[in-house]
């Protein structure tokens, strides 16, 4: 892999984008995955090449549309076969800690 | 926290015009959730309406309730919208412990419909068109309690509780374009539209749409801009805005907080804001910022929704009336004047007068308990009529009244029985008792009572002076402890003087 | 080694049938089997307690007079990244670490309800992320030809549990190879099936639009006999075709009678078969087992595919960016680990030091890599352009079935490499699915079946036959086909070569290795 475009990606964006997917990092980790990213983005730049704006693009390998449910109520779960695998629970809802963002 | 500034309303619209936008989330009353068979229910015991797509458990998928897409294209349609010919699903990428996949499944560049409009009149009549942006479908989130703390709010709380009953709930978002051209009116628009979107997914039959219940959600978009200048100003969004009234307070007071803070030469923060309905204020919330890379991508685990015209076709002839068409034949149809008919629309009741009314009550007599009795109720308690009782608890009530059953103050009682959740108000008048007393035999027990008592009356009424049938009346009434109707007992007096 | 656990599931359902055999004697020895070489191959990350007691209520059943499936009481394994209500499903993460899920995937019903056993859970990369196994979280499961080399990844545990024969059949999972490539390298067989042929309901989703469960065994009539099982429409799951499927079982038995290459049309993929990082013995068993077809009556045309070149590029975006958003989930509040900094924090501080806690750096690695893909102002350049590549891929596809009834290409580039020796190096791990990622992307089914041993390590090499879209029927005819063809040549089927792994040569062969 050539190291030209190594350059592209910086360890502030992705301590950032560790962030937005909530993965702390170790500092030497950061570093890592820096080098390891940069590379691995070189390599799947190629897409580029032959994505031209006349190719439409494919979501589902297979097409097919207006798959849908009827409205009838199925089983539910218990409460407490829900809360089993919590690691937290009053009895009836889960429990996290205190929340210091807000509602989206 | 220091005092915000507000600038007179009238100095504010002098210096600025207000743009507003709205969206409003309405949940739809289908039977099961938007993409899991869970049953879609209110005020159940928490986490028990819930399956495994509820609760986002690893392995789960979900798949998508036929009812609402039907319900999302009827809305669409009676905004006047272009449905799509395809559509499909996005997800919305964020971390809330809310959210129970930690994203959202909703629509972001091919939404169900798109480019309609909505016409909403305003109290003096006045003819507002709103554009509308899009009607997406979308997934609702589950509910958080903060626990600890003083407030009960977020901040300064221990932990949270999350329950995911209203996890997946359907929704569709309505989003309008910037309406232009309010002014003064703007406070009164916001609310106009809100309760026009109200009315019409109530009429559609696709919402509860109570807004107490959070049925109906609104985020109100204000910006203002100098006189004269073509740039939009920077906008605000206040979120959880949860009645009529507070619609129009809102945008009144982000109208007052944004002049006072422009014409200082500040500028405004891009920003969500969130209205308090005990203070009347909005506060500042999160600004938006690069953080809001919610990484919108197409839902692989579900395909296009492909409306055929036929289905379009037969939704179409099943729309109801638009709201303002609605509202005057109704108006004609009830035989009210302006000024009782605007009351009604501006106390939000149209709805309700009109179910009423189409479970078989008369519209004076369904007018007079909602605008009357009921409303003063909801004032003096702050909520909304419509939490108070149904449409057909008030048809029932009007019913037994018009029988003959109840008098008017008998009704009132029970009506006080059906808002304390005794049962319906045929239930409540045979628990209480307190059924009129339509026996002429027991009635004539007791007018001789009260003749034996008054000897002189019969006399006085043969004489002509009719009017002095009403002690007797009166003392019957009270011996029957007002469950007599009053029009009987006055025929049967007046039949015993052989008048 | 009890020789019942060598014999393919279709034998072992008909001594079950004649009654020669119970499902409880079954069962026990395939326990057995696991007991004394599993602690060498670790093959399972659970051992289910209850499949005596399964067996013996198959066997009760049967007593009865009940109609039972053709399988009944035939043990399988499964492998983690399916949910099973009576056993732990962790998807080898440790972010899942003992997690019993109140609900079966759908396959795993259909499994029970055909009262298959279920043996137990098996290893796998973590979250399906690798080609190796070497990504689980729970160490590395062996190769039963080469106990220090790879069984393949991600399926890695079901192929070994198949190779080592201690179990006939498994379920696997295949996004981008995960069954095909570890068929390839332990000499056993794997289908992938058309995607949206078997339900991904249950199936902890690695790449939605990529993710097939398939079965995996020892010979291709019994993944065909598997595959009539888990397969078929699933209203649970939007993407299950509702396609009334023929028997794959009598397709496989069909292939397995007549001459099916007279003038089957054999696409010889120009780009998956050749040049840069083949292995020269995976070449040569590729072209002899052409040769073979070709001697059978197949018409062997090469078909070109130049847009394969950018499938790697668009899967590694595709997989991660799918795979960044379904993985958002583990989040500590519903279920699996919750890991609290020291001294609290907000649920946000608790969050990321769960998911750091809690995923292993390939994971790590793949989600950031599609948080990046997916980020505002790269969208376009990355995943809108990965999702062209995929109609480019579907347009070579179509145009190479116009050509060729199947289409062909080594299973893998190489035979089993060693433990360790590409754990460092995504890029060239990456690269080990090259074969195998096309079908994925166009929702192709693919099966993997092995064509002998590589002459200069002894190591097992697999062929792939690619089918059109729904027609993996085909393939199950053509792959028994070449297996009779070339068991016949050979006068005994491939893995019957496999080390016996009982006690002596297994400590032979750490001793070696040590």
């Known amino acids: ?104 | ?499 | 080694m009890n020789e019942l656990t060598r014999m393919p599931a279709s034998e072992q359902a008909r001594l079950l049938a004649d009654r020669e055999v119970s499902a409880r004697e079954l069962t026990a020895a395939h326990l057995d089997r696991i007991a004394a070489v599993d602690e060498q191959v670790h093959a399972f990350l659970h051992v289910n307690e209850r499949a005596l007691e399964v067996a013996e209520s198959i066997d009760a059943r049967r007593a009865a007079g009940e109609a039972v499936g053709e399988l009944a009481g035939v043990p399988v394994a499964i492998k983690d990244v399916l949910c099973t209500s009576d056993m732990p499903t962790t998807a080898a993460s440790r972010i899942l670490e003992g997690w019993v899920p109140p609900y079966d995937a759908t396959v795993v019903s259909r499994l029970r309800e055909a009262g298959l056993v279920p043996l137990g859970k098996t290893n796998m990369d973590e979250f399906a992320m690798g080609s190796s196994t070497e990504h689980s979280a729970y160490g590395p499961t062996r190769n039963p030809w080469d106990l220090e080399r790879i069984p393949g990844g991600s399926g890695g545990g079901s192929s070994a549990a198949v190779a080592a024969f201690e179990a006939a059949i498994a379920l696997g999972s295949d996004t981008g190879g995960s069954i095909r490539q570890p068929a390839a390298v332990t000499g056993t067989v794997g289908m992938k099936p058309t995607y949206g042929g078997v339900s991904r309901y249950g199936a902890i989703a690695l790449a939605s639009s990529l993710d097939q469960v398939g079965p995996v065994s020892r010979t291709v009539l019994d993944s065909a006999m598997l595959h009539d099982i888990i397969g078929g429409h699933d209203p649970r799951d939007s993407t299950s075709l509702t396609d009334q499927w023929p028997s794959f079982t009598e397709a496989a038995r069909a292939g397995a009678r007549a001459e099916a290459f007279k003038g089957l049309r054999v696409g010889v993929v120009k780009q998956l078969s050749g040049g840069e990082g083949f292995q020269a013995g995976v070449t040569q068993r590729f072209e002899a087992a052409l040769t073979a077809m070709s001697d059978a009556g197949a018409e062997i045309v090469e078909v070109d595919a130049p847009n394969f070149e950018y499938a790697i590029a668009a899967y590694y975006l595709i997989l991660p960016a799918e795979a960044s958003s379904n993985l958002a989930k583990f989040d500590s509040v519903r279920f699996g680990l919750r890991v609290t900094p020291e001294g609290g924090g907000t649920v946000e501080d608790v969050m990321s030091a769960t998911r750091a806690a809690g995923f292993g750096d390939e994971v790590k690695r793949r989600v950031i890599l599609g948080t990046y893909a997916l980020s505002a102002g790269y969208y376009d350049a990355y995943y809108g352009s990965a999702q062209k590549v995929r109609t480019l891929i579907q347009r070579d596809f179509d145009a190479a079935f116009r050509q060729a009834d199947v289409l062909v290409s080594p299973s893998a580039p190489t035979t089993a490499f060693k433990l360790g020796e590409r754990v460092d190096d995504p890029l060239a791990m990456y690269l080990n699915d090259l074969t195998t990622i096309p079908a994925n992307l166009a929702g192709v089914p693919g099966i993997a079946l092995p064509i002998g041993l590589a002459p200069e390590d002894g190591l097992p090499v697999g062929i792939q036959f690619m089918a059109p879209q729904r027609a993996d029927a085909r393939l199950y005819e053509v792959g028994a086909a070449l297996e009779s063809l070339l068991e016949q040549a050979w006068g005994h089927t491939l893995i019957s070569q496999a080390p016996d792994l009982s006690l002596g040569e297994m400590l032979a062969a750490t001793e070696g290795a040590v």
């Open chain 1, 1 to 104: 892999m050539s190291e030209s475009s190594t350059a592209d990606i910086t360890a502030e964006q992705v301590a950032h984008l560790a962030h937005l997917a909530r993965i702390d990092l170790t500092p030497e980790e950061l570093q890592r995955l820096t080098g390891e990213l940069a590379q691995i983005v070189h390599a799947v730049e190629k897409v580029t090449e032959v994505a031209t704006s006349d190719i439409p693009a494919t979501s589902h390998p297979v097409a097919l549309h207006n798959v849908f449910r009827p409205d009838v109520v199925g089983a539910t779960l218990s409460t407490e076969a829900a809360l089993a695998g919590a690691p937290e629970h009053d009895g009836s809802r889960f429990k996290v800690s205190a929340i210091l963002g807000e509602e989206q």
């Open chain 2, 1 to 499: 926290m220091a005092k915000t500034d507000l600038m007179d309303f009238d100095k504010a619209l002098e210096l600025f015009e207000p743009v507003l936008g709205f969206e409003v989330h309405v949940e739809l009353s289908t039977k099961t959730k938007m993409f899991s068979d869970a049953p879609n229910i209110f005020g159940a015991e928490p986490n028990t309406a819930i399956t495994p797509v509820c609760l986002g458990l690893p392995g789960s998928l979900p798949v998508v309730n036929e009812q609402a897409v039907r319900y999302s294209i009827s809305l669409g349609l009676a905004l006047g919208c272009e449905i799509a010919e395809s559509s499909r699903f996005a997800r919305k990428n964020y971390f809330y412990p809310d959210l129970a996949k930690n994203y959202q499944i909703s629509q972001y560049d091919e939404p169900i419909a798109f480019d309609g409009s909505i016409e909403v009149e305003l109290e003096d009549g006045t003819l507002v068109t709103v554009p509308i942006e899009r009607a997406h479908m979308e997934e609702d989130a589950g509910k958080l309690t903060h626990v600890g703390g003083s407030t009960g709010r977020i901040q300064g709380a221990e932990y949270s509780l999350v329950d995911y009953n209203r996890a997946g709930v359907p929704l569709v978002e309505i989003v309008t374009r910037p309406i232009f051209g309010a002014e003064h009116r703007a406070p009164e628009l916001a609310k106009a539209y809100v309760s026009t979107i109200r009315d019409l997914v109530r009429a559609l039959g696709i919402s509860d749409a109570r807004m107490e219940r959070g049925n109906l959600r609104c985020d109100a978009n204000v910006s203002l801009r100098p006189r004269g200048q073509e740039r939009l100003g920077i906008r605000t969004e206040t979120k959880n805005v949860n009645s009529l009234r507070s619609v129009e307070r809102a945008v009144r007071y982000e109208i007052q907080r944004q002049a006072a803070i422009l014409a200082k030469g500040g500028t405004i923060v891009q920003e969500t804001r969130h209205w308090h309905e005990d203070t009347g204020t909005t506060s500042a919330g999160r600004p938006k910022s690069d953080a809001d890379d919610y990484r919108y991508f197409p839902e692989p685990d579900l395909l296009p929704v492909v409306p055929s015209a036929e289905l379009i076709k037969e939704l179409r002839a099943a729309l109801p009336e638009q709201p303002v068409a609605m509202r005057r034949r109704l108006k004609a149809d009830w035989g009210f004047n302006d000024q009782e008919f605007r009351d009604i629309v501006n106390a939000g009741l149209l709805t309700e007068v009109l179910e009423t009314t189409q479970q078989g009550a008369a519209a004076f007599q369904a007018r007079k308990w909602w605008m009357g009795e009921i409303l003063r109720i909801a004032n003096a308690r702050d909520v909304e009529p419509s939490s108070l009782v149904t449409p057909h608890q008030v048809s029932e009530l009007i019913a037994l009244v018009e029988s003959g059953d109840l008098t008017d103050r008998l009704a009132r009682e029970v009506l006080e029985g059906v808002i304390a959740g005794e049962g319906t108000p045929e239930e409540i008048v045979e628990a209480r008792g307190l059924k009129v007393v339509s026996d002429d035999g027991a009635l004539i027990a007791a007018i001789d009572e009260a003749l034996a008592a008054q000897p002189d009356v019969l006399d006085k009424i043969r004489s002509g002076k009719v009017q002095a049938a009403g002690a007797v009346i009166g003392a019957v009434m009270k011996a029957m402890r007002g469950q007599a109707d009053a029009a009987r007992v006055r025929e049967l007096v007046l039949e015993r003087a052989g008048a």
